[in-house]
């Protein structure tokens, strides 16, 4: 007869080892730099956009700025899914006021990002994540 005991505590190890480990978005997406790699592509894909390019166009004209601003959307990317950098560019209202964008936009951004992910094979749970996150923040990006 086998030892009960041993067993259960055997299938319990099981268990607890298949446990799913909350792994953060940060580290899904690559970390540092898959996040840098993956906001490059994101901007590179808004600048052939045809939906959107005509706002990040006028970006290339002044380099520094166009540095600028991709550094703040890395940074906004790491801090806000759990990389340690802090995020020094405007608050999103202030950062896309003026630009008067709207929700057939907003989607097109949207689109290039999730594209954009695919192409880094980032996983379709962490797709989902950052679908969610995006949207929640409609409400500050657009018609402003
Ligand atoms: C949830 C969606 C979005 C997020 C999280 C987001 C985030 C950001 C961040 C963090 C910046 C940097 C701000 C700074 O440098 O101080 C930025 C800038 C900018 N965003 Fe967005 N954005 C979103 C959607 C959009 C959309 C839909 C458009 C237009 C189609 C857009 C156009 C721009 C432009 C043109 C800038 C540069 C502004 C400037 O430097 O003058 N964004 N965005």
């Not at 580290?27 to 808004?46: P, Y």
């Not at 045809?50 to 700025?65: C, G, M, S, W």
């Amino acid at each position: 007869k086998p030892n009960t005991q041993e067993v259960s505590n055997e299938n319990l190890a099981v268990v607890v080892n298949e446990e799913p480990v909350e792994v953060s978005l940060f580290d899904r997406l690559g970390g540092t730099d898959g996040i840098s790699s993956i906001v490059d592509d994101i901007v590179q894909a808004h600048l052939e956009n045809p939906v959107i390019n005509h706002v990040f166009l006028p970006l290339k004209e002044n380099p520094e700025h166009f540095e600028s601003f991709k550094t703040h959307v890395k940074e906004f990317l790491s801090a806000g899914t759990g990389g340690d950098a802090t995020y020094t560019g405007k608050d999103l209202p202030s950062a896309h006021k003026g630009l008067n964008t709207t929700e057939k936009e907003f989607l097109s951004a949207v689109d290039d990002i999730l594209m954009t992910l695919s192409k880094h094979n980032i996983d379709e749970e962490t797709k989902k994540d950052m679908l969610y996150i995006l949207y929640s923040m409609k409400g500050a990006v657009i018609g402003l």
